[in-house]
């Protein structure tokens, strides 16, 4: 079982930055994708990002390559999801996700654990 708890969510302006915190406790984080989702009111989960155990591999969705960076430290057991120049579409509640498979990083179904989700909100 892994248990996944995010933060550094909060309020912040257009343009701004924040960078989100994903604690993990449990066996093997460091063998697992982790990813982050997101979701609006009134819209799906969608994909933000994602890393592989080895931090080789990283994948963004489109609206936010460029923007943000996905990185891990597996010997805190912690990843991180940096976030520039953010914009009002951006706000959302944001998830941390786990995948012990390493399948398909950008289906939130392959994602066995989940955080509680922390909330980021971007004033225009």
């Known amino acids: 079982q892994v248990q996944l708890v995010e933060s550094g969510g909060g309020l912040v302006q257009a343009g701004d930055s924040l960078r989100l915190s994903c604690a993990a406790s449990?066996?093997?984080?460091?063998?697992?994708?982790m990813g982050w989702f997101r979701q609006a009111p009134g819209k799906e989960r969608e994909f933000v990002a994602a890393i592989r155990w080895s931090s080789s591999s990283t994948y963004y969705a489109t609206s936010v390559k460029g923007r943000f960076t996905i990185s891990r430290d597996n010997a805190k057991n912690t990843v991180y999801l940096q976030m520039n120049s953010l914009k009002p579409e951006d706000a959302a509640v944001y998830y941390c996700?786990?995948?012990?498979?390493?399948?398909?990083?950008?289906?939130?179904?392959?994602?066995?654990?989940w955080g509680q989700g922390t909330q980021v909100t971007v004033s225009s």
């Open positions: 996700a786990a995948d012990p498979y390493n399948s398909r990083w950008y289906e939130s179904d392959e994602y066995d654990y």
């Open positions: 449990g066996r093997a984080f460091s063998g697992y994708t």
